[in-house]
T-cell receptor, first 116, second 107 residues
Framework: NAGVMQNPRHLVRRRGQEARLRCSPM?????VYWYRQLPEEGLKFMVY????????ESGMPKERFSAEFPKEGPSILRIQQVVRGDSAAYFC??????????????FGAGTRLSVL | GENVEQHPSTLSVQEGDSAVIKCTYS??????FPWYKQELGKRPQLIID?????GEKKDQRIAVTLNKTAKHFSLHITETQPEDSAVYFC??????FGTGTRLTIIP
């Protein structure tokens, strides 16, 4: 059973470009979470999605950031018009449980975004 | 909003000694508290978790204690080894993470 798969592992973008980060949850998991980790800092929750639904986006910046988890295919975190401050590691996690309790999460290896 | 505070931010321990990391939380309705270990440049990995129906849970050299009245929980690592060096994060079920503790084991 493959773990949570994220790609690319490293992504370099110039200011103003778009960044697309992909996450395939573990087999059998239908809940996906995205986190951002700035250098030397902790994990910050961004968004929680189920298939075709955004459940909680309270951690998402109001502009330029969007996320989706379509019926088919991976979850996508999209950052438009990137700025240097977007440089960070973006981690995806998945869990198997439904309901209000977000339970055990399994993390992907992360995508390290560098904005030049 | 939710708040999880973690202390200390850095901790150096002689190999073989014990390490304790503490977290406090603000939401009294929280029922699930995981601990993650993140080695340099790697993904966070769940190492132990505890639910509110128990006060302590142990897995070999790692244990977690929970005090619901005081709203704090702690990670205990005994007989520390060099491979325990990492950043440790506590969290609650609301997906709020602590700021992390960088644990360094001194050989």
């Amino acid at each position: 059973n493959a773990g949570v798969m994220q790609n690319p592992r490293h992504l370099v973008r110039r200011r103003g470009q778009e960044a697309r980060l992909r996450c395939s949850p573990m087999k059998g998991h239908s809940h996906v979470y995205w986190y951002r980790q700035l250098p030397e800092e902790g994990l910050k929750f961004m968004v929680y999605l189920q298939k075709e639904n955004i459940i909680d986006e309270s951690g998402m910046p109001k502009e330029r950031f969007s996320a989706e988890f379509p019926k088919e295919g991976p979850s996508i975190l999209r950052i438009q018009q990137v700025v240097r401050g977007d440089s960070a590691a973006y981690f995806c996690a998945s869990s198997p449980l439904a309901g209000g309790e977000k339970d055990i999460q399994y993390f992907g290896a992360g995508t390290r975004l560098s904005v030049l | 909003g939710e708040n999880v505070e973690q202390h200390p931010s850095t901790l150096s321990v002689q190999e073989g000694d014990s390490a304790v990391i503490k977290c406090t939380y603000s939401d009294s309705a929280s029922n699930y508290f995981p601990w993650y270990k993140q080695e340099l440049g790697k993904r966070p990995q769940l190492i132990i978790d505890i639910r509110s129906n128990v006060g302590e849970k142990k897995d070999q050299r790692i244990a977690v204690t929970l005090n619901k009245t005081a709203k704090h929980f702690s990670l205990h690592i005994t007989e520390t080894q060099p491979e325990d060096s990492a950043v440790y994060f506590c969290a609650n079920e609301k997906l709020t993470f602590g700021t992390g503790t960088r644990l360094t084991i001194i050989p």
